[in-house]
């Protein structure tokens, strides 16, 4: 008998604002994503280890994590 383990990363977008970017310094849109690492066995997704929110600009690809608080902030 075995066991097949695996760890999936799906990522999701969550909304587009408009702000400036810490990178470049551009008033851009930046992309909120949501990133999930699942641990699956025999390919079915079991577990969520890990929620990372990410902020990606558009235009320079910069990317800077979230905290949830951060996230439910720009929200409004
Ligand atoms: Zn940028």
């Given at each position: 008998?075995?066991?097949?383990?695996?760890?999936?990363?799906?990522?999701?977008?969550?909304?587009?604002?408009s702000?400036?970017?810490?990178?470049?310094?551009?008033?851009?849109?930046?992309?909120?994503?949501?990133?999930?690492?699942?641990?699956?066995v025999?390919?079915i997704?079991?577990?969520t280890?890990k929620?990372t929110?990410?902020?990606?600009?558009?235009?320079?690809?910069?990317?800077?994590?979230?905290?949830g608080s951060?996230?439910?902030?720009?929200?409004?």
């Open positions: 008998m075995f066991f097949l383990f695996g760890l999936t990363t799906r990522e999701n977008l969550q909304f587009t604002r702000a400036t970017c810490h990178y470049c310094g551009l008033h851009a849109p930046q992309q909120v994503i949501l990133r999930k690492t699942k641990l699956s025999f390919f997704p079991l577990l280890l929620r929110r990410l902020q990606v600009c558009t235009n320079c690809g910069g990317t800077s994590r979230l905290s951060e996230q439910r902030a720009l929200a409004h």
